[in-house]
């Protein structure tokens, strides 16, 4: 079995030299339907808090991968996510973000990001980072594909690395931990989000 410091490694070997295909650049939407366990995690929320995927088990999550310094899709699709959070305060809903750039986004960096938005309540919205091998595994079972730039030095060796893109993709997951839809693109379709939404809170446990 490959050890968690190889399959990390292997995963931003990839992300660097490939870059892939991203979906906040070209607007286009897609909704899918899903199945299976939404992969687990364990992260730190933005009150420095250790947060895993089981803790929201119980309420219907809506799970979005973001960075604080994107300044097209994320924007865009969180003010979306909080128009969604605004229509259904009160309802059995917990909003997740988590960042694909952990050494720039600190739980405290992740703090004042979300309180640029009106009416986020942090008791249903969490903005979750990590350390870089907390999170790139995240990104790999999620398939958040994301794209760096390595920049190299005078004998080519890469002296820094910058992030260039990623995909924009939102997950609905169910009170059991099961993922039932998926967003693609910037051009979030909050209407029939907020459908597929209102079904799956409707359901009985």
Not at 75 to 87: G, I, N, S, W, Y
Not at 98 to 106: K, S
Not at 136 to 151: H, N, Q, T
């Amino acid at each position: 079995m490959m050890s968690l410091t190889r399959h990390v490694a292997l995963w931003m070997a990839l992300m660097i030299f490939f870059p892939l295909a991203h979906a906040n650049g070209k607007g286009v939407w897609v909704r899918k339907e899903a199945s299976g366990p939404a992969p687990a995690f364990r992260l730190t929320d933005q009150e420095g808090r250790k947060i895993s995927l089981q803790d929201f088990q119980g309420r219907v999550v809506l799970m979005s991968f973001i960075y604080t310094n994107c300044t097209t899709g994320c924007p865009l699709t969180t003010a979306k996510l909080a128009r969604v959070h605004d229509a259904l305060k009160g309802k059995n809903l917990h909003i997740v973000g988590i960042t694909i750039d952990p050494g720039h986004d600190t739980p405290a960096v992740l703090k004042e990001y979300g309180k640029q938005w009106k009416g986020v309540d942090f008791q249903s919205w969490s903005f979750l980072t990590g350390t870089t091998e907390e999170v790139e595994p995240v990104l790999f079972d999620y398939k958040i594909e994301v794209s760096r730039r390595g920049k190299k030095g005078p004998t080519g060796e890469v002296v820094s690395v910058e992030l260039v893109d990623h995909g924009l993709k939102t997950f609905l997951i169910d009170r059991k931990g099961m993922k039932r839809f998926e967003y693609w693109g910037q051009d979030f379709n909050t209407k029939a989000v907020l459908r597929d939404l209102t079904k799956v809170l409707g359901e009985a446990q």
